[in-house]
Nanobody, 123 residues
Framework: QVQLLESGGGSVQTGGSLTLSCAAS????????MAWFRQAPGKDREGVAN???????YYADSVRGRFTIYQDNAKNTLSLEMNNLKPEDSDMYYC?????????????????WGQGTQVTVSS
């Protein structure tokens, strides 16, 4: 069983930075792909960035060049460094994991989810 716990959300002004963290437990094979999603009330969950066991990363067009996903395997931690934040980045951010190295942005393929951390960017 994998458990995911996000932290690091908060409120910043436009152009500011935040780093989200996701503490993971359970077998590494159960989280061969890990990702960050975000969701606003009443909207679909949107993929932000993912990383697989080989270290391959992928970003949504809206965040590429501003966000960086990385993981510390020794600490079982997934992180998302967010720079040059914009008001449209305001959402609840979720950490997700699946037991296959093949990553996509389809939320239904992920086996495990955290409870989310709120990011608010004011103009």
């Amino acid at each position: 069983q994998v458990q995911l716990l996000e932290s690091g959300g908060g409120s910043v002004q436009t152009g500011g930075s935040l780093t989200l963290s996701c503490a993971a437990s359970g077998s590494p094979n159960s989280r061969a792909c890990m990702a960050w999603f975000r969701q606003a009330p009443g909207k679909d969950r949107e993929g932000v960035a993912n990383i697989n066991a080989h270290g391959t990363t992928y970003y949504a067009d809206s965040v590429r060049g501003r966000f960086t996903i990385y993981q510390d395997n020794a600490k079982n931690t997934l992180s998302l460094e967010m720079n040059n934040l914009k008001p449209e980045d305001s959402d609840m951010y979720y950490c997700a994991a699946r037991n296959s190295w093949y990553c996509t942005f389809a939320p239904q393929i992920y086996n495990y989810w955290g409870q989310g951390t709120q990011v608010t960017v004011s103009s």
